[in-house]
Nanobody, 124 residues
């Protein structure tokens, strides 16, 4: 059974940085696309970024372009989300999602395996 576990959230001041980590169990990780979503209080969950199975294609929503970077290490079954120049509007619970498609999707339910989320709070 595939498990997805996020870590690295916390409280940071505006302009600061955080790095989220997503660990995925199972030998099929390297064939999965990965996505990060977030949900702010009172708002719908939104797609933030995704990466294809081999890391050669990524996508970012406009609001995080140039500030966030997604990367994956298939040898360690890990995906990282480096978040720089954080803004209060980045405050949300961040969720990691995995596969089974090798190509990322912006749709939450296209991912079969999803984590419980990690809280990111950016103070002004």
């Amino acid at each position: 059974q595939v498990q997805v576990v996020e870590s690295g959230g916390g409280l940071v001041q505006a302009g600061g940085s955080l790095r989220l980590s997503c660990a995925v169990s199972g030998r099929t990780f390297r064939s999965y696309s990965m996505g990060w979503f977030r949900q702010a209080p009172g708002k719908e969950r939104e797609f933030v970024t995704g990466v294809n199975w081999n890391g050669d294609s990524t996508y970012y929503i406009d609001s995080v372009k140039g500030r966030f970077t997604i990367s994956r290490d298939n040898a360690k079954n890990t995906v990282l989300l480096q978040m720089n120049s954080l803004k209060p509007e980045d405050t949300a619970v961040y969720y990691c999602a995995a596969g089974p498609s090798p190509f990322y999707s912006s749709v939450w339910y296209h991912y079969d395996f999803r984590g419980q989320g990690t809280q990111v709070t950016v103070s002004s």
